[in-house]
């Protein structure tokens, strides 16, 4: 079974139904989740703050933000619920 990630993804960004830019995402999966990479000491609310504003601006669904900055690898899911 093979699946599509793309590096460095362009999406469009939409505000009231305006291009207003573009995004290149870390990752885009099957052309519906973006990930999200960081290496920081720890996820603040800006960082999910980032992914809710990318999946709002290109309407998509699911944003995995991960956090290879740790002993332990971090991840949380950020869905657009709108």
Do not use: W
Not at 27 to 47: D, M, Q, S
Not at 59 to 69: E, P, T, W
């Amino acid at each position: 079974m093979d699946s599509d990630a793309q590096q460095q993804a362009p999406l469009e960004v939409h505000y009231t139904g305006e291009l207003v830019g573009v995004y290149f995402a870390d990752l885009l999966v099957e052309h519906a989740v973006i990930v999200e990479l960081k290496a920081v000491n720890a996820l603040e609310g800006v960082h999910m703050a980032q992914c809710l504003n990318y999946l709002k601006g290109t309407g998509l669904k699911l944003c995995l933000l991960i956090n290879f900055g740790k002993p332990k690898v971090e991840i949380k899911r950020i869905v657009n619920n709108i």
